[in-house]
């Protein structure tokens, strides 16, 4: 059973539009993380958080960005939307490196 | 962070044993093997992780061989619930949530 419950499960945005993605961790874990899962590629890294403050980041634009929330909340918000863009969006969040990390069961996201 | 290889796809048969290899040439003396799988339309599971010695958890047993530059990720008994893309990764311990997939192998366990 996943710890980690992300919303919307699937949803349909026009491209140049901007979309905001959710997450909610467990209690206790403050570091949160994101990653883009496009067809048939393994996740790849988008950024993460820790305490709220961002502190990693993969190779993508600055139209990505993301927020972090005292209640083990946060949000991935993407502007001006491309067809690239299209793909499962996945929180995964962990209380340390010994637990690994839970990763919830994603959000799909088609760009049109 | 150091590459990992891993088969594109490999079968087993339900109930056997799956052993499913990873190479690691270039790891460091500080980073960890860390092992996942996801299957088909849900998000990524841990499995185990291990530095050097052997581990064993209720999902798995990670064997790691002595140069470090290997280690073998063993289901004892396979089940057709374990059909997934298993990702072989390796990383520094407390590197935070940055997990740099490959493209994995893919188990089909078939009755």
């Known amino acids: 059973e996943t710890g980690v419950t992300q919303s919307p499960t699937h949803l349909i945005k026009t491209r140049g539009q901007q979309v905001t993605l959710r997450c909610s961790s467990q209690?206790?874990?403050?570091?949160v993380s994101w990653y883009q899962q496009a067809l048939g590629q393994g996740p790849q890294f988008i950024f993460q958080y820790y305490r709220e403050e961002e502190n990693g980041r993969g190779n993508f634009p600055p139209r990505f960005s993301g927020l972090q929330f005292p209640n083990y909340s946060s949000e991935l918000n993407v502007n001006a939307l491309e067809l690239d863009d299209s793909a499962l969006y996945l929180c995964?969040?962990?209380?340390?490196?010994?637990?690994?990390?839970?990763f919830g069961s994603g959000t799909r996201l088609t760009v049109v | 962070d150091a590459k990992t290889t891993q088969p594109p796809s490999m079968d087993c048969a339900e109930g056997r044993a799956a052993n499913l290899p990873c190479n690691h040439s270039?790891?460091?003396?500080?980073?960890?093997v860390y092992w996942y799988r996801q299957i088909h339309s849900q998000g990524p599971q841990y499995i185990i992780h291990?530095?050097?010695n052997n581990e064993t958890n209720e999902m798995a047993s990670l064997i790691i061989t002595e140069d470090r530059k290997s280690s073998t990720l063993i289901l004892p008994h396979a089940t057709l619930r374990d059909t997934a893309v298993y990702y072989c990764i390796v990383r520094r311990y407390n590197q935070g949530g940055k997990l740099i997939f490959g493209q994995g192998t893919e188990l089909s366990v078939k009755p």
């Open positions: 270039t790891i460091s003396g500080n980073e960890y």
């Open positions: 995964a969040s962990s209380v340390g490196d010994n637990y690994g990390y839970t």
């Open positions: 209690s206790g874990h403050n570091t």
């Open positions: 291990g530095l050097k």
